[in-house]
């Protein structure tokens, strides 16, 4: 059987294509231009094929209401009203340029999480890609775009959307978004996208009124879960990661909460996904991470490449705030050892029992080092405060400097939060737009409870549905220039290191598990074995490791004498 194809797509000579699945609908029509076209009905399928062109506005009049395609390219406005034709196709990628561009390997990948809105002070694609060029020459190497897909209102993290393949419009259209990835390919900085399936954002989500079978019986924390056992839903979102990156020439995808994609066990969505991506050859290396609480090896064993590691972040942060609250309070009992097993295995959870937090995920120690993607801090972590505080604002510079080059040097996939490449402490509060009076006092009151219930003070926390909140976000131009400069070399020195040393030992493939002791109770020595050398690290967090590592290639204050202090050799 053939599948169908969701949305309107471009045929030849000038005629396209319009389908939705709309099972509930007892009359499907076209509205193209204004002109009415009569649509044919078979198993909950409307297809009707006609003369078009790009920059159509259309809708689908659904028993006499007129509806956004769900698998729009782009909307005429906001999300509750009529699409627009696109035809990528017209796109100019440049032969010399990005038009040629082959791709990074994913062992050289140092991961920057943007937020578009807030990345600038205009909050544009075009203005994103002024920034390209400094960030390259610093070493970054892989853009993540937080979630772009279209939701109602004017600001929020994108986490909420509801046209999936419609770049939001405040940060440019289709073209725009094309454009900076252009602009980020031909500086060498590949970009892939977060890309949210598990659920759709409270406002303007038709697809309930005309196809309810979408949808399952069993709720995500953050809306109705999708029935991803249907074919045709699963086709919409292949259809729409395919699209991503054949329309916009992405590099992969970071998969946000993959655990609350539910089609049975085995995750058969997951799993005919990535078997989907890679069947076709794109001339490029497609990436593809899962972010997946459940601390499971499976999926990287199938094949994708790596997973969201909160669990180095989140002893971390115990370790060195002391703040147990909320999801930190699993590794409240001793973090720091802790610590030590996930610089050994990876991550700290691998299905031990831990007593009254119970037990969590499974071995992950054969997996290679680049399937953890380690991070200081994410939006999450830094959203999830009442004040948006990074951790650099909670720790200060002196320590801030030695968990950088930590996190830079050690064998695990880096990610660094916008701004962190440049120490910026500006904070990442949470924030959204909802289209109403009733709607905003909900969100208040809803972060005022749930934080506070975590014990947070709440004074002078920012309006979350105030403009000031993404406003304060934006961390560059950074208010200390000097400051700024002194943290970008520090951050260029540790990428040259990892990419002239690092990255060639990773090819060698590891031998193992790291080696990791504690000379002293917060202090480690680590050693992280590979086919043609090694790492070793010693890594003072609070206490002294007792005597120095000499022939280092990098040294950060004194590890035989200093409570805060870093020293890594390499060997090859």
Request: proline fraction near 7%.
């Amino acid at each position: 059987m053939t599948e169908r194809t969701w949305g309107a797509r471009p045929l030849q000579d000038g005629r396209w294509g319009f389908d939705i699945w709309a099972p509930a609908a007892k009359t499907v029509s076209l509205v193209l231009d204004g002109q009415e076209r009569a649509m044919t009905g078979t198993d909950g399928w409307w297809s009707v094929q006609t003369s078009a062109a790009p920059g159509l506005a259309y809708s689908f009049r659904i028993d006499g209401t007129d509806r956004p395609d769900p698998a729009a390219r782009a909307q005429v406005n906001g999300v509750d009203g009529p699409s627009l034709t696109v035809d990528a196709g017209g796109f100019d990628w440049r032969g010399d340029g990005a038009g040629d561009w082959a791709g990074r390997p994913f062992d050289e990948a140092v991961i920057l999480e943007i937020h578009v809105g807030s990345f600038t002070p205009e909050g544009t694609f075009a203005a994103a890609a002024q920034r390209l060029p400094e960030l390259a020459s610093l070493g970054i190497t892989m853009i993540e775009l937080m979630p772009v897909s279209q939701f109602q209102g004017r600001w929020g993290w994108g986490y909420d959307g509801v046209l999936i393949r419609a770049p939001h419009p405040a940060y440019g259209t289709p073209d725009d978004m094309r454009a900076f990835v252009r602009a980020a390919q031909e500086q060498g900085i590949a970009v892939i996208l977060d890309l949210v399936m598990n659920h759709f954002g409270p406002f303007g989500n038709y697809i309930p009124s005309y196809a309810p079978d979408f949808y399952s019986s069993v709720p995500t924390p953050w809306g109705d879960g999708i029935a991803f056992e249907r074919v045709e839903v699963r086709g919409f979102f292949r259809q729409a990661a395919l699209g991503w990156l054949d329309e916009y020439r992405l590099d992969g995808f970071r998969l946000d909460a993959v655990h609350q994609i539910r089609d049975g066990s085995e995750q058969h969505f997951m799993h005919e996904l990535l078997h989907a991506i890679h069947a076709a050859d794109r001339g490029r290396p497609i990436h593809l991470i899962c972010e997946d609480e459940r601390n499971l090896p499976d999926l990287r064993d199938a094949g994708y490449d790596a997973e969201w590691n909160d669990d180095w972040h989140n002893v971390l942060h115990v370790a060195l705030t002391g703040e147990t609250q909320g999801y930190y309070e699993r590794y409240g009992d001793d973090p720091f050892a802790d610590l030590a097993h996930t610089m050994a295995r990876g991550q700290a959870d691998e299905g031990q029992d831990k007593g009254d937090h119970g037990a969590r995920g499974a071995p992950a120690g054969h997996l290679p080092w680049t399937a953890f993607i380690n991070s200081n801090h994410t939006h999450d972590q830094i959203g999830n405060r009442p004040h948006g505080d990074r951790l650099l604002s909670l720790v200060g510079d002196d320590t801030g400097r030695v968990i950088h080059a930590a996190l830079l040097l050690m064998p695990f996939t880096p990610m660094l939060f916008q701004g962190e490449e440049i120490g910026s402490t500006a904070p990442f509060p949470f924030f959204c737009d909802p289209p109403d009076d009733r709607m905003r006092d909900a969100v208040r009151k809803g972060r005022r409870k749930e934080l506070g219930a975590l014990g947070y003070d709440l004074s002078d926390m920012p309006d979350p549905c105030g403009p000031t909140a993404m406003d304060m976000a934006c961390p560059y131009p950074a208010p200390d220039p000097d400051r700024a400069a002194r943290w970008a070399a520090l951050t260029r020195d540790l990428l040259t290191l990892r990419r002239g040393r690092i990255v060639p030992l990773l090819r060698t493939g590891d031998t193992g598990p790291g080696e990791v002791s504690r000379p002293c109770a917060k202090a480690f020595r680590a050693r992280w074995g590979f086919a043609g050398g090694a790492i070793e690290m010693d890594l003072a967090l609070g206490s002294p490791v007792g005597e120095a590592l000499d022939r280092a290639d990098f040294t950060l204050g004194n590890t035989a004498t200093d409570p805060f202090a870093i020293s890594v050799r390499i060997t090859a």
